[in-house]
C-alpha cells in the first residue's frame, strides 16, 4: 500500500506507474491522478500552420505531424516520416522489447472489450472469430445476413433463425447481460433505433401505422 502525494488516498502498488528512481520503484502520484492532470493540461491540436521537425530539421505543414496532447502546440515533436523511420529502427535493433510492448497493447486492447486473454479470436475454420469489437462472427458469403464482405456475427444468425427473417434498417441486436460472446436466444433481443424524420403531427402518425403494420399488428381509427 502507499499515499498519494495528490489525493492523499491510500491504494494499492498496481495503481502506481514505475519509476526505478523511486526506493519502492513507484511512482508518488497514482495513475488516476496523473490521467486526471494530463486532461487538464492537454491541448488542442491546430489546424493550419508550419512547424520545424525536431530530428531532420525541416519546415512542414501541421499535417505532416501527429498529435501529442501533452506538447504546447498539440504536435508532436518529429514529424510522421521521421517517426515511422525511428520507430522501424527501433524494431530492429530491440526486436524483444518490441515483440513484448506489443503483447501488452494487446492485452490492453482485449481488457477494453471484455475479452478473456485464453479466449482465442482466430479460431478453426468452422469455429468464427472474434472481431474487433468483441462480437463472434462467421465468413458465410452468400448468406441473407451476411454484409457486403461475407461477414456476419453470431448474434445476428441466432435472430435470423429463431424469427426466420433478417433485421431491417435501424434494428440491431442486443445482449442482455452485456457478454457479448453469449449468443443464447435467451440473452438476445432485437432493438430498434429507427424515427420518423418530419416533425408533423400526420408524418408521426403515419410512421406508427406503417411501423405496427410491419410488426404484425393492426391499426383501426375510433
Known amino acids: 500500500m502507499k499515499i498519494c502525494s495528490i489525493c492523499k488516498t491510500e491504494k494499492k502498488l498496481e495503481e502506481f ?5 523511486k526506493k519502492d520503484s513507484k511512482k508518488s502520484r497514482c495513475k488516476e491522478c496523473v490521467r486526471k ?11 493550419k500552420g508550419s512547424k520545424k521537425c525536431g530530428h531532420c530539421q525541416t519546415e512542414k505543414n501541421y499535417e505532416e505531424f501527429g498529435s501529442n496532447k501533452a506538447n504546447f502546440d498539440g504536435l508532436h515533436f518529429w514529424c510522421l516520416i521521421c517517426a515511422r523511420k525511428k520507430a522501424k529502427e527501433y524494431r530492429l535493433k530491440y526486436p524483444e522489447n ?29 469455429e468464427g472469430y472474434v ?14 445476413c451476411a454484409d457486403k464482405n461475407g ?23 442486443h445482449h442482455k447481460n452485456g457478454m457479448r460472446l453469449d449468443n443464447s436466444i435467451e440473452n438476445l433481443e432485437v ?8 416533425q408533423r403531427i400526420e408524418d408521426k402518425i403515419n410512421w ?7 410488426n404484425g399488428y393492426r391499426v383501426e381509427k375510433k
Open 37 to 47: 492532470n494530463y486532461c487538464e493540461k492537454s491541448n488542442v491540436r491546430p489546424d
Open 208 to 214: 406508427c401505422i406503417q411501423f405496427l403494420d410491419e
Open 17 to 21: 506507474t514505475r519509476d526505478k528512481y
Open 98 to 126: 518490441y515483440e513484448r510492448e506489443k503483447h501488452k497493447k494487446f492485452l490492453n486492447w482485449r481488457k477494453q472489450l471484455g475479452v478473456e486473454p485464453e479466449i482465442r479470436l482466430r479460431s478453426r475454420k468452422g
Open 191 to 198: 432493438w430498434s433505433s429507427s424515427q420518423p424524420g418530419g
Open 151 to 173: 461477414r456476419v456475427q453470431a448474434s445476428h444468425l441466432v435472430i435470423y433463425e429463431y424469427t426466420g427473417r433478417i433485421l431491417k434498417k435501424g434494428e440491431s441486436v
Open 131 to 144: 472481431n474487433r469489437q468483441g462480437y463472434l462472427s462467421f465468413k458465410k458469403i452468400g448468406h441473407p
